[in-house]
């Protein structure tokens, strides 16, 4: 340390030259106040002075877990966007369902799962991304054989969102699906089966909402509003969709910001 900064900071424990024994050996237990200040100095003498951390870069995550932005939602297509009454209908309806699935969710969970139900572990993103969507829409596979009836192979079409599987699922669970539903379709073209699972989703978020969560809702939004500004077939149904979502974030959820302007 320089001279000058040796007066601003001065030492908290003055030490002198200390009357040691010939035979002090800083390496066992000191026997005096004096043994141990003097153990002190010399292992602070030997501390280096930048020290620098060693990071394994592969224990990094790959993602942050919270992706924060300001920008609203793209307005919907001419024609297309939402009536207020309509809106303030959808809150109603989803309040109902909300306050169902509380009321009957232990009911509900404590019902046997068939046999071919595996709920993924909470860490699975993969396992639960095929596990909502099925392999058809998860592998990207627009065209069935002729000879493949699907029946009820819920691998390939995925499982639906039964009130016996999510009122299985906690919180944190509910925010990690969440989480890989929403990063599938960052990429993704929006499909019926992921539809019936954000909403099954939010149904399950429980409010006030923890900041993961607000933060996935509003980026949510704002991806429907993406696609729904790109849907070039002008699909009414998909819209209607979109719309919902929308509409649930911001006018159920509070997002205000994000909602659509009453047509």
Not at 83 to 111: D, E, I, Y
Not at 155 to 162: A, I
Not at 170 to 183: D, F, K
Not at 251 to 262: G, K, N, S, T, W
Request: with cysteine; hydrophobic share 35%; glycine share 4%.
């Amino acid at each position: 340390m320089e001279p000058g900064l040796e007066e601003l900071m001065p030492r908290l424990l003055p030490v002198g030259d200390c009357d040691l024994a010939e035979d002090f050996d800083p390496t066992v237990p000191p026997r005096t106040p004096q043994e141990y200040l003097k153990r002190v100095q010399i292992e602070a003498a030997r501390c280096p002075d930048v020290v620098v951390a060693q990071i394994d870069p592969r224990k990094l995550k790959k993602k942050p877990t919270v992706n924060i932005s300001i920008s609203g939602c793209q307005p919907a297509p001419e024609g297309y966007s939402p009536t207020l009454k309509w809106q303030q209908q959808q809150v109603a309806n989803f309040s109902a369902v909300r306050q169902s699935l509380n009321k009957h969710r232990n009911h509900w969970r404590s019902q046997h799962l068939d046999s071919n139900v595996a709920m993924p572990k909470s860490e699975d993103e993969e396992g639960w991304k095929k596990f909502c969507l099925g392999e058809r829409v998860y592998s990207e596979v627009d065209a069935l054989s002729d000879n493949e009836n699907l029946g009820i192979d819920y691998l390939k079409v995925g499982f639906p969102p039964l009130l016996s599987i999510v009122s299985r699922m906690n919180q944190a669970t509910v925010t990690s699906v969440l989480e890989y539903l929403i990063s599938w379709f960052g990429e993704k073209k929006f499909t019926p089966e992921l539809g019936r699972w954000l909403y099954a989703l939010l149904a399950c978020l429980e409010k006030p909402l923890l900041p993961e969560a607000h933060s996935l809702i509003r980026q949510l939004a704002r991806r429907c509003s993406e696609v729904r500004a790109l849907e070039e077939s002008k699909n009414e149904e998909q819209i209607s969709a979109l719309n919902l979502i929308i509409c649930l974030v911001s006018r159920y959820f509070d997002q205000r910001d994000l909602a659509d302007e009453p047509s």
